[in-house]
């Protein structure tokens, strides 16, 4: 029924279009400075370090997920961190994201990942039992910090 393939260049608007989706869905829709081209070079140039994958349901796209290795010094292993997984809203509830969440930890064992990691927000109860119910676990014992913007260069400066 449906079909997750490596995603492409070719892939960019549909991602765009997915990314918008998910912030106006989160309430940060105002947030979206992506565009075709910057994801082009971030996702598909040479010097990117994230992957995407395509979730298609009889060759529609329905779903997305962004994920990059990351790397754990405990482990001395690296770690898959999901930034990001969608599915269009008619399509919730089918099995997408759990096989898109799958594919991803097929991905992590295959590549000797110690763990596979992600986030979520605190109000999005569907997305929190679905995680639930694979058997993930919250970590409510780490608080993630952020800096982005002014804050930033502010600091990167000096």
Known sequence: MFD???????????ILRFITELAIYEK???EVEATVETI???LFGT???SHAAICERDGVPVGFAVWFFSYSTW???NGLYLEDLYVTPEQRGTGAG???LRYLARIAVEKGCGRFEWSVLDWNEPAIKAYQAIGAEPLSEWTRYRLTGAALESFAAG
């Open 4 to 14: 997750i393939r490596e995603a492409t260049s070719a892939d960019a608007g549909t």
């Open 28 to 30: 940060a829709g105002h």
């Open 40 to 42: 082009t070079e971030s």
């Open 47 to 49: 010097n990117s370090v």
């Open 75 to 77: 482990q001395a292993r």
């Open 98 to 100: 759990r096989l898109m």
